[in-house]
Each structure stands twice: as C-alpha cells, then as structure tokens.
T-cell receptor, first 113, second 114 residues
C-alpha cells in the first residue's frame, strides 16, 4: 500500500520557469510533510517542510503548498535553475508517532539551460 | 559531509552470503533509521532505533536484522542474500525522535548481489 504517491516520474522545465512537483497521500493521520532532494551518488538532503496546520511554507525559491482536503501537496521552484536538476522525494509522517517517514517514489526534475 | 557516515560505500557479494552495513549517526543524534532504495523505487523504510532500542519496523525481511550499539552506531545485517536485495541502503539520523528539519541522511551503501 503506497501511502505517499508521486505520479510523475520525471519533469523537464526550462531554466527560469516554474517547476511544480506534486505529491498525494492517503493517510489522513499524517500531519507533517517534507521534501527531499537527491543528487546521484549522494544521500537525500532536506529541502523544506510543512506542518498540517499551515497551507503554505516558503523558503527562498522553494514553496510548499498543502491541501489537506485533497490530501495533496506540491513543491514550487521559482525560478528553476540547472542546479535544481535532481530527484525530489516527498515524505509524510505523524509527529505524535515514531517520526518514521513514508517516502514517495520520487520525481526526476531536469532543468534545461 | 552530512555528518552521517556509512560504510562501505560499495559492496559486491554473491547470493547466499551475509553482509553487514555500518552507520555512524551525526554527533548528538539518538535516532537511526534504515531505508532501502531499489531501482526506480522510493525509499522504503526498514527499521528505526532510538538510543539503542528498536522503535519502529517497516517492510524489513526476516533475513535482515539491525541493532544500535551503546556508542549509537548502527549495523544492518543482511543474510541469505538474493539478487533482489541489490539496492542502495541509506541510514539517516535525527535528534530525539525527529526534528522539524528532517532526518540527515548518509550517502548510502550500494549493495550488488551477483
């Protein structure tokens, strides 16, 4: 049972444009969501997170939006840069639990110069 | 350098063998998590330890086991290896049960079973 889904395996965007990566979840008990970025031959690195009490969190060029009723979150990158090319994973957890993160399958973003 | 150290970086072994993957968490972190990433798959949660005790278990096979030692380093033992066990194995650590800044991952161990 895939509780966190990223339905787009890949995405290509022109440099300077907006990249939108999507993530859906099924477990309504999740209350904390994160995005990780992964370059080849490296471990995932934390990018941005959002609590379920918010619907938006912004950090520089990165903004995460949460729609609880739709059980959907998205990551917006504006403007996209070639260095953003990586695999992006969304993850979800319950803060009252063990902090075990459930990850999606990832979206490979390619930013074209 | 994330502060989480995983050794070895690469491992090639034959089917039926046993291997041990090692993880040293970031200084001060008490929780260690193990994840498996197979080809084109997401990160599958295997097991979590907190201060030496098992806290959560995911889709970890019975052939796999783990432990966290008093110095907080952790080992993941994989036995009776099969071709399908070939994957990237990541260790992550966090303070207490977690933090608002997410886990810190190591760079992974790439296991190839031939």
């Amino acid at each position: 049972d895939q509780q966190v889904k990223q339905n787009s395996p890949s995405l290509s965007v022109q440099e300077g444009r907006i990249s939108i990566l999507n993530c859906d979840y099924t477990n309504s008990m999740f209350d904390y969501f994160l995005w990780y970025k992964k370059y080849p031959a490296e471990g995932p690195t934390f990018l941005i997170s959002i609590s379920s009490i918010k619907d938006k969190n912004e950090d520089g060029r990165f903004t995460v939006f949460l729609n609880k009723s739709a059980k959907h979150l998205s990551l917006h990158i504006v403007p996209s840069q070639p260095g953003d090319s990586a695999v992006y994973f969304c993850a979800a957890t319950r803060l009252s639990g063990t902090y075990k993160y459930i990850f999606g399958t990832g979206t490979r973003l390619k930013v074209l110069a | 350098d994330s502060g989480v150290t995983q050794t070895p970086k690469h491992l090639i072994t034959a089917t039926g063998q046993r291997v041990t993957l090692r993880c040293s968490p970031r200084s001060g972190d008490l929780s260690v998590y193990w994840y498996q990433q197979s080809l084109d798959q997401g990160l599958q949660f295997l097991i979590q330890y907190y201060n030496g005790e098992e806290r959560a278990k995911g889709n970890i096979l019975e052939r796999f086991s783990a432990q966290q030692f008093p110095d907080l380093h952790s080992e993941l033992n994989l036995s009776s290896l099969e071709l399908g066990d070939s994957a990237l194995y990541f260790c992550a650590s966090s303070a207490k049960f977690g933090s608002n800044y997410g886990y810190t991952f190591g760079s992974g161990t790439r296991l190839t079973v031939v």
